[in-house]
């Protein structure tokens, strides 16, 4: 989940947060626990949108979708970059994604059901939104695996992931891609 919009500097670039992960406050697995955010979030790490503009991209109301961005700001998972000149002259308030989320180790762990199927909603909506043919990859599997296994794949998937997000800002001429990884117990 890659958080950095193509041409821009890296929110962490400037940021005083280190480049690791480490456990996610309870504001901060509160504000990733709703599809909403999760979705915004992505959206201002492209590149900053404003309130209206999410409305319009998310087909949401605007007072809802400050209402998320206003937790989004609050966990600081989102800021107000600067207040900018729009189209028709008025004034307008971007967010950009900070980029901190990536580098939160299992932020939704104990947050209950619908926490734990926010992201996965999420993706589900702009799979939809982006189309079939937008599908570059796709590996479907079943492993038999000891806890220790699993934490291993874990380690080892992040390791590769986290190599290729440490360096997206020197691709900002390549497309966007999203992507996630779930492992799942099957059901007996």
């Known amino acids: 989940m890659s958080e950095q919009g193509a041409g821009q500097e890296s929110p962490e670039a400037a940021s005083p947060h280190p480049r690791q992960r480490r456990a996610a406050t309870v504001k901060e697995a509160k504000a990733l626990a709703h599809p909403l955010r999760v979705r915004i979030l992505r959206l201002c790490a492209q590149r900053e949108m404003t309130n209206k503009q999410l409305a319009d991209r998310l087909g949401s109301d605007p007072g809802t979708v400050f209402y998320h961005v206003r937790q989004l700001v609050e966990a600081g998972l989102l800021h107000q970059a600067p207040v900018r000149t729009g189209e028709s002259g008025a004034l307008e308030k971007p967010y950009r994604s900070t980029g901190r989320s990536w580098w939160l180790d299992d932020p939704l762990s104990g947050e209950g059901p619908e926490?734990?199927?926010?992201?996965?909603?999420?993706?589900?909506?702009?799979?939809?939104?982006?189309?079939?043919?937008?599908?570059?990859?796709?590996?479907?599997?079943?492993?038999?695996?000891?806890?220790?296994?699993?934490?291993?794949l874990d380690r080892r998937i992040l390791a590769i992931l986290d190599e290729y997000i440490e360096t997206d800002d020197q691709r900002p001429d390549r497309p966007a891609y999203g992507g996630m990884v779930i492992l799942h117990r099957l059901a007996e």
Not at 115 to 133: H, K, N, T
């Open 115 to 152: 926490a734990s199927f926010a992201p996965i909603q999420a993706f589900q909506d702009e799979l939809r939104e982006a189309g079939p043919e937008s599908v570059r990859m796709f590996s479907r599997f079943m492993l038999h695996l000891s806890p220790e296994e699993i934490e291993e």
